[in-house]
């Protein structure tokens, strides 16, 4: 199967500090498609598994265990997504979503290609980093004022656990993400779910943004403009909810072409399964032509 390149906008530092950036990957099979149209994890847990499964290599690092998979950060994990997407159906994306404005709703065609997606690498590799807080946001426990913080950036695994609070309680599910993130508070190793609520909402507001400004960001808000009400707005394209759902919605037509070149071909349906949809698309116009062909010399 073929196979492509990429380059982390980020990158996986190992445990002996070495960073991994070159990754190697190919498309999704048919297995896949079908794995990840039937299973019930969450997005992220599905991100997860995919991964493991086409990503061939990163770095030095191969095969990519799940649990690596899931230690990479939130961007490299989003920009290889977009990269198994554009290798498994294509770099032009279609799709549709309701216009925000509440006395409008109408759907709105939104349709771009994956290469236009701004993707900024980051410049600090980490994987840990240090923030001094300004005084006025000072951590104070026991009569002592602590500023000085390190932390790591949001990955993967963060995403699995937290996103069945992000949907419950937005509040709680950012306490437990700094919970997870930040390392130290002054002396202090590991913060705990307390410490964390002890932060002023200034202190946390500087931990954001410094996050921010040192991760690698594939930028997935679009302005749109709606056509019917003529007005403009920005909206997060949810990647994972997209991929997914195209997944979901391209299972039937999976079965229809595994059961024509089965049919046609004889070959098993693990030997196709295994094949990209490129691949199998090519077999079924070679297919379509050549019964037209003899359609026509009858
Ligand atoms: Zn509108």
Known sequence: ?????????????????????????????????????????????????????????????????????????????????????????????????????????????????????????????????????????????????HRELGFRLPNGGDQERLSAHLAENEAIALTQLLARCLQSIGPIEIASADQIENLSPLARMEIEREMLRVAPKIELNMDVNCPECARLFTVPFDLQDFFFGEMRTSRDLLYRE????????????????????????NYIEVLADEIERLNNAV
């Open 1 to 145: 199967m073929e196979e492509k390149t990429c380059i982390l906008p980020g990158g996986w530092v190992d445990e002996q500090g070495a960073l991994h950036r070159e990754v190697i990957f190919s498309a999704l099979t048919g297995r896949e498609e079908a794995l990840l149209a039937d299973n019930k994890l969450n997005g992220a847990a599905q991100v997860t598994v995919v991964l493991s499964r086409c990503v061939k290599r990163i770095g030095s690092i191969h095969p990519l265990s799940e649990s690596i998979a899931r230690k990479l950060l939130i961007a490299d994990r989003d920009y290889l997504l977009l990269k198994l997407r554009e290798a498994t159906f294509g770099s032009q994306v279609q799709a549709t979503i309701p216009c925000p404005w509440p006395d409008c709703g109408e759907k709105v065609d939104i349709d771009f290609s994956i290469d236009d997606i701004p993707v900024t690498p980051s410049q600090e590799k980490g994987p840990l980093y240090r923030l001094v807080l300004s005084p006025e946001a000072a951590f104070v426990e026991d009569g002592k004022a």
């Open 258 to 281: 595994v059961h024509y070149l089965a049919y046609h071909y004889h070959w098993s349906e693990k030997e196709i399964m295994e094949m990209p949809k490129d691949q199998r698309r």
